[in-house]
């Protein structure tokens, strides 16, 4: 426990001071706590048996008034326990909620950090579950953990001083459930860590598939898959509800041992102090305080007892965060300044990568590429040809060997700097729940309003947003769902091409597009690729055709590279695969 609270103490710093005043409510709550039973005795042993009172001001009261002083006391002590308590709740949920937003920042920037070889080992679900369910554990530890630990300790120290002082020996004996507690929690707190972390593992793998599926539902309908996939989730589910019943059925066990061990000593609290009173050494009234207190001083022990078993749910649900902002990112930014000018020459230098140590992805990979060339990257599926170029914006790094820009090792510059300068359309393409003018100035959001303009021009998207009722400003919806797959592609275009970057990446650009279409978008291509150095993951002959060099990779190889007649001319690799994959594409007119 004390490691995780060590980790979350981080986020309390920064709001130190809402913390003390917090504290000072839980001081006043407990003052006025120790008050309560007062009133009472009042009226058993001032009023009833007729005991002379000795506070100033109230000792010459007839006893008619003093019970109704008595009466009003008791209402005005709850009416400011009350008005303390709803402060001190807001207030400490208002720093519960602040805690949270401040870890879920750390964790979404974390993630966004993280290299794609970590997301690929990821559930998506389970991720999106730690980032909206697990990252609330710092204000479950602060609201069910410090500050009621706090009030109790607060409480504990008043009330064992008034009762020691009204009889020590009731108070020894009201101790005695604090050891039996103690064990009761030692025994527990295993089984109910495990059923936590059956709880939370089995609700991530809820979300995991909810996630999957409903980015999956096209296909998932297409093969007429739903009974299947509703079967999926319903098993997941079901095996989450039975590890909260495991969670549920350790708690109750929990608590009902708790309460009883706090009855049992109760119940000899009682018996002690009836035989006190019958042996005069204290008053009914006395008594009746002395188990007020009790109740009072058991009830903290009692709520801290009675949620340890949310208290370890949030101490996994934080050790699930922590887990993830424990990773070092494997992406580290270098020191050296962007250059003002850059010419565009790239190199891969003996270059291996894989995702794992069994399955090897690149290996031996050597090219030198001049400025302004046009690659297309061909190859059959799995040949590691987007691995390759995911190098180049720094996706991922090369575990031997070096990517170069002009002669450096782009793992010198900053990562936000590389990636601004290289710019990409992928596939499928991508598309926001923004506007249009927000989807294509999603890369350079500060772009002037011509400058969008003119990347809707050239990728042939300018058409649509003129039947838009709002024009740049309508939103598009969830995934693009309004726009046609060619409408998508000319989006993602726009895109690359505000970005005007040195480097572009085109995963098959028009592959979405028809022919007519398909050229009208090859024209803006043209004129943004001037001058550019531009690689492009070709499944298309018009694209191969366009290209200055094409390099071949074969099971994380590259086992050819030069221009289309060339390679033809060997009656290779590529020679193999134009008659296999490209033999009967024709290139757009």
Request: net charge neutral; glycine share 6%.
């Amino acid at each position: 426990m004390s490691g995780v609270f060590r980790k979350v103490l981080p986020y309390l710093r920064p709001y130190l001071a809402i913390f003390g005043f917090c504290l000072l409510l839980v001081l006043a709550l407990s003052a006025f706590e120790l008050v309560k039973p007062w009133p009472l005795q009042m009226v058993v042993d001032n009023v009833l048996a007729s005991k002379p009172l000795t506070l100033p001001g109230l000792a010459d009261l007839p006893s008619a008034l003093l019970l109704i002083v008595a009466c009003a006391a008791l209402v005005a002590i709850q009416v400011v326990v009350g008005l303390i308590s709803m402060w001190s709740n807001h207030v400490s949920i208002d720093l519960g909620h602040r805690m949270v937003t401040d870890l879920r920042d750390d964790l979404y920037g974390h993630l966004q950090r993280l290299s794609l070889v970590f997301h690929s080992r990821q559930r998506m679900g389970d991720l999106m579950y730690r980032i909206t369910a697990d990252t609330f554990a710092v204000q479950t530890l602060m609201l069910n953990g410090v500050l009621p630990v706090l009030q109790a300790i607060a409480l504990l120290i008043g009330m064992f001083i008034i009762m020691w002082n009204m009889d020590s020996t009731l108070t020894l004996v009201s101790l005695v459930v604090v050891p039996a507690l103690y064990v009761t929690i030692m025994a527990l707190d295993r089984p109910i860590v495990s059923a936590a972390t059956e709880m939370k593992m089995t609700e991530s793998q809820v979300y995991s598939l909810v996630q999957w599926a409903m980015g999956a539902i096209r296909v998932v309908q297409a093969f007429g898959k739903e009974e299947d996939e509703r079967l999926r989730l319903l098993n997941a589910t079901q095996a989450s509800m039975r590890a909260n019943l495991r969670l549920y059925n350790w708690q109750t066990a929990y608590s009902a041992i708790v309460n009883t061990v706090i009855a049992a000593g109760t119940a000899l609290v009682l018996y002690v102090g009836a035989e006190a009173v019958i042996g005069g050494r204290l008053t009914l009234g006395q008594l009746l305080v002395f188990i007020s207190y009790l109740a009072t001083l058991y009830g903290p022990i009692n709520t801290m007892s009675q949620t340890w078993a949310q208290i370890q749910g949030a101490r996994i649900g934080a050790r699930r965060v922590f887990e993830i902002l424990d990773i070092a990112p494997d992406l580290k930014d270098g020191p050296r300044p962007w250059p003002e000018k850059v010419e565009g020459r790239i190199a891969w230098k003996g270059v291996a990568f894989s995702y794992s140590p069994e399955v090897s992805v690149l290996q031996r990979i050597n090219l030198d590429v001049k400025p302004g060339e046009k690659i297309a990257v061909v190859g059959p599926t799995g040949s590691g040809k987007s691995t390759m170029l995911s190098m180049l914006p720094r996706f991922f790094d090369p575990l031997q060997g070096t990517v170069e820009i002009d002669g450096i090792d782009i793992r010198e510059y900053p990562i936000r700097a590389v990636r601004h300068n290289v710019a990409l359309v992928l596939q499928p393409p991508m598309i926001f729940p923004l506007s249009i003018r927000d989807n294509i100035a999603y890369g350079r959001p500060n772009a002037s309003q011509a400058e969008i303009e003119r990347a809707a021009r050239l990728a042939r998207i300018d058409g649509l947003v003129a039947r838009q009722p709002r024009g740049y400003d309508q939103p598009i919806g969830e995934g693009g769902v309004a726009l046609s797959e060619g409408e998508k592609q000319r989006m993602t275009i726009a895109r690359a091409i505000l970005m005007n970057a040195p480097v572009l990446i085109l995963d098959e650009p028009t592959s979405a597009l028809d022919a007519q279409t398909e050229a009208e978008v090859m024209v803006g291509l043209a004129e943004l690729t001037q001058g550019r150095t531009v690689f492009t993951i070709a499944h298309r002959l018009s694209t191969i055709l366009k290209a200055d060099r094409i390099v071949v990779l074969k099971d994380g190889v590259i086992v050819e590279a030069g221009a289309f007649d060339e390679l033809m001319a060997k009656n290779g690799a590529f020679a193999k695969l134009y008659n296999t994959q490209f033999k009967d594409a024709q290139p757009a007119a």
